[in-house]
């Protein structure tokens, strides 16, 4: 059964940091890029980072450049994502997904499966 959960998230001031982690189990990790998805109240979902698992090789959005890091631990099957310089305008529901093959892609129809998100909430 593939298994996607994600952890690390919370409650946190503007201007600092968090590191999320989405721990995947059930499938051949090397097989699958992983992406990074958030979804604010209101909104559609976005894609933010993705990792190819067999390489390390990554793609971002724009919007996040120079603050997102995508990595991975293929020894835990685990990819991290971490987030500095936090803005309030990060607050959302962030959840990261599968999709198998070696492309890099934020489009949400591409992902196979999702974890059940974790909440990131930036104050003031």
């Known amino acids: 059964e593939v298994q996607l959960v994600e952890s690390g998230g919370g409650l946190v001031q503007a201007g600092g940091s968090l590191r999320l982690s989405c721990a995947a189990s059930g499938f051949t990790f090397d097989d699958y890029a992983i992406g990074w998805f958030r979804q604010a109240p209101g909104k559609e979902r976005e894609g933010v980072a993705c990792i190819r698992s067999s390489d390390g090789s990554t793609y971002y959005a724009d919007s996040v450049k120079g603050r997102f890091t995508i990595s991975k631990d293929a020894a835990k099957n685990t990819v991290y994502l971490q987030i500095d310089s936090l803005k309030p305008e990060d607050t959302a529901v962030y959840y990261c997904?599968?999709?198998?093959?070696?492309?890099?892609?934020?489009?949400?129809?591409?992902?196979?499966?999702w974890g059940p998100g974790t909440q990131v909430t930036v104050s003031s």
């Open positions: 997904a599968a999709a198998k093959g070696p492309l890099l892609r934020l489009w949400v129809f591409f992902y196979d499966y």
